[in-house]
């Protein structure tokens, strides 16, 4: 997922680029001998810069839209499918669609904008079977008792491979944005190589046992199987022994594997609607800073272009800090609700601050950080650790297989309100100006608490019963 978020940022940082290369600067009367209108025409795509932008921007809201659909659809196919094959098809899958889109369209001087949308919702499509398999896998692996803390540090590699991406494009791009696009592609196609030959998506492939979760056994044992005596004429298949798959099975009939439950059931489990809609609202906010936050850098502060980037990772640093320090803190208390409340009603506060944020880079990075740790870290930790959690919860007894499927619909709901939020974040900024954009973040972040309002109820009152019996047995 680093070296997808990678070629995602590499599309980002060269836009400046490609609005160049559509857009020639000179016109064709100021050199008729050695600019025939013909040739000229061929490089120009669009008749200045702001068209172009526009055209730019037409680009990521159909990314994300196609993106978004797609999670629902890959999130089923990820639960029916191997997820090492449908994980190495979107990652290679969607290396080429960049290539083509980036390098083999500029080498071959191909300009069409009908060509570039096709390729762009083609991506968006592959890199939708991305996050829902990798969650699966990682939930494979990790229980529910450490999930919060393993599942916010390995959430970072979004915020990693926004890093990776700008060190990758900026290396190359004296050279072209075309080698931009050549570089992050071919890094990210290598990666899915080594996925279809190395990766391992469950334990059970290396003969371990899978850890077992709350729902999927009974929490107590029976009388009959309490009185059992410890050796007997009559062998059961336990299926798992010591931790290990027993070598040998029994000779009766072989008990049927649970099967993938539908798109509809996900989606009616507890907790997954709720969930979705907040994420939402939520994830609105995390990319309007991720498209946003260095154009608002520089047009409102003047600083140059390499200074704002420079400034934005800050907000990347603080979601990594809080997704890690946030599901640490879930993990302790055994809630997830209450700690997403918290953090969510302070990221409200943190947002009022960064507003009025004075024209000083050290205090700016501060501020970022700051709203970066209470934003991005509920957001890492619903898309990873809390969508686990609904794929592997006490209403899917007698079927495990559908975490992809619950992550496909928490993700795509949240990037449906991203695609539709960036359109929004433009329109408002134009006509009122940044300060209502910080007044619209606030709005959106206050209706994810709403959302999980009921959610953050109940955990807090069950905390509060299990607190208060914990008193009166001491």
């Given amino acids: 997922y680093v070296l997808l978020h990678a070629s995602r940022k590499t599309f980002s940082n060269v836009k400046v680029s490609i609005s160049a290369q559509w857009t020639p600067s000179v016109q064709n009367e100021s050199l008729p001998a050695f600019s025939p209108s013909q040739v000229w025409e061929e490089h120009r795509l669009f008749a200045d810069e702001e068209e172009a932008t526009l055209f730019l921007g037409a680009l990521d809201t159909i990314f994300l839209f196609s993106y978004a659909i797609g999670l629902y659809v890959s999130g089923v196919i990820g639960d029916r499918m191997n997820?090492?094959?449908?994980?190495?098809?979107?990652l290679c899958g969607s290396a080429t669609v960049e290539f083509v889109f980036g390098t083999l369209t500029e080498w071959l001087h191909l300009y069409n904008v009908y060509l570039y949308c096709g390729l762009w919702v083609l991506n968006g499509l592959l890199q939708s079977a991305v996050w829902p398999c990798v969650v699966a896998i990682m939930g494979n692996w990790f229980g529910k008792s450490g999930r919060g803390f393993v599942f916010g540090l390995w959430s970072a590699c979004a915020s990693a491979g926004n890093i990776l991406?700008?060190?990758?494009?900026?290396?190359?791009?004296?050279?072209?944005y075309e080698y931009a696009f050549l570089v992050t592609s071919v890094v990210q196609f290598a990666g899915g190589v080594v996925v279809f030959f190395g990766l391992l998506t469950s334990p059970k492939e290396v003969g371990l046992c899978q850890e077992s979760e709350a729902g999927f056994g009974p929490a107590v044992e029976s009388d009959s199987e309490s009185q059992r005596p410890l050796m007997s004429d009559e062998e059961e298949d336990e299926g798992c022994d010591g931790g290990y798959y027993s070598v040998e099975q029994s000779e009766g009939p072989q008990e049927e594997l649970p099967q993938p439950i539908s798109f509809l059931q996900a989606f009616l489990l507890p907790g997954v609607l709720p969930y979705s809609l907040a994420y939402a609202c939520l994830k609105l906010v995390n990319y309007s800073f991720f498209f946003w936050l260095p154009f608002y850098l520089s047009s409102n502060y003047g600083w140059k272009e390499a200074q704002a980037d420079r400034l934005s990772i800050w907000y990347d640093v603080g979601g990594i800090v809080g997704g890690t320090v946030q599901g640490l803190v879930s993990d302790f208390l055994g809630k997830r609700a209450p700690v997403l409340a918290v953090s969510?009603?302070?990221a409200m506060g943190a947002l009022v601050g960064?507003?009025?944020?004075p024209a000083d880079q050290v205090v700016n990075a501060a501020l970022l950080a700051l709203t970066g740790?209470?934003?991005?870290g509920p957001s890492n930790m619903i898309s990873s650790a809390i969508s686990a959690d609904l794929g592997r919860q006490d209403a899917l007894r007698g079927s495990q297989e559908a975490l992809a499927t619950v992550t496909g619909i928490v993700d795509g709901t949240g990037s449906i309100g991203a695609a539709g939020g960036q359109y929004l974040v433009s329109m408002i900024e134009s006509r009122l100006g940044w300060m209502y954009v910080f007044?619209?973040?606030?709005?959106?972040?206050g209706g994810s608490i709403l959302f999980i309002a009921p959610l953050i109820y109940r955990e807090t009152r069950s905390m509060w019963r299990d607190r208060q019996g914990l008193h009166q047995q001491l």
């Fill in 165 to 176: 991406g700008a060190f990758l494009a900026s290396s190359v791009l004296k050279y072209g």
């Fill in 373 to 376: 740790f209470f934003i991005g």
């Fill in 83 to 90: 997820l090492r094959y449908v994980l190495c098809f979107g």
């Fill in 344 to 346: 969510l009603l302070l």
């Fill in 354 to 357: 960064y507003s009025h944020s």
């Fill in 439 to 445: 007044y619209f973040f606030i709005v959106m972040t």
